[in-house]
């Protein structure tokens, strides 16, 4: 076989035939986790509904969204209704996105009918490790800045105690403290303000 030779011209082919069967490669991975992956998150999602609901006997009634606009930008609020054992409305967990101190922090918050907080999990997060990353932990019902069992308040959003309020901020990480709480009270107000369609019970689309 005649060794091809060392010019310009083939070495661009050779790199675009490198390039076309990497795609290929590439596409071909994608294409085989996709499914997987998604699957994945989907039991995630429905394992963090049931943590911050506080049962495993519950049923997913809705899966609403609702975008607001909040600081600016639109944000995409996901309100799942739930029902307890017995089908009565138990409460939803809302996801909630905010902006923290190493990129976005997004949360999953459980409410009762009442709008108690009864729990809460980190679904996203980029803070700093052994810092920021301790939301996940400091909020929890016994933590330093417990929020679980609280009922919310339009009127009165949780707030930092450096900032007037009484929920102690991580040490050392008070902005992450405060993204945290922007979006609880956030995914409060999604949850407290849809406005229910009586027919269809579905949640429509609405802006603040």
């Known amino acids: 076989m005649k060794k091809l030779e060392s010019s310009l011209s083939n070495m661009v082919m050779v790199l675009v035939a490198v390039a076309i069967i990497t795609g290929g490669l590439l596409a071909w991975v994608n294409h085989v986790t996709e499914g997987p992956i998604r699957e994945q998150d989907e039991q995630a999602l429905a394992n963090g ?14 899966n609403d969204e609702m975008k607001s606009i909040v600081d600016g930008k639109e944000q995409t609020f996901v309100i799942h209704k739930v029902n307890d054992a017995s089908g009565r409305f138990l409460g939803a967990a809302v996801e909630s996105t905010t902006g923290g101190f190493g990129g976005d922090l997004k949360v999953l918050v459980g409410f009762d009918a009442e709008g108690t907080i009864l729990g809460y999990t980190i679904l996203q997060t980029a803070e700093t490790p052994g810092l920021g990353a301790k939301a996940d932990k400091w909020f929890q019902k016994g933590g330093k800045g417990c929020i679980v069992g609280r009922k919310m308040d339009a009127a ?30 956030q995914a409060y107000g999604a949850y407290a303000k849809q406005d229910v369609d009586g027919q269809s019970g579905a949640t429509r689309q609405s802006k603040k």
């Open 156 to 185: 009165k959003p949780l707030t930092v105690n450096k900032d007037g309020g009484d929920v102690d901020a991580i040490t050392a990480s008070t902005i992450t403290t405060r993204a945290f709480l922007k979006a609880v009270n």
């Open 49 to 62: 509904i049931k943590n911050v609901m506080g049962t495993d006997k519950l049923t997913v009634t809705a």
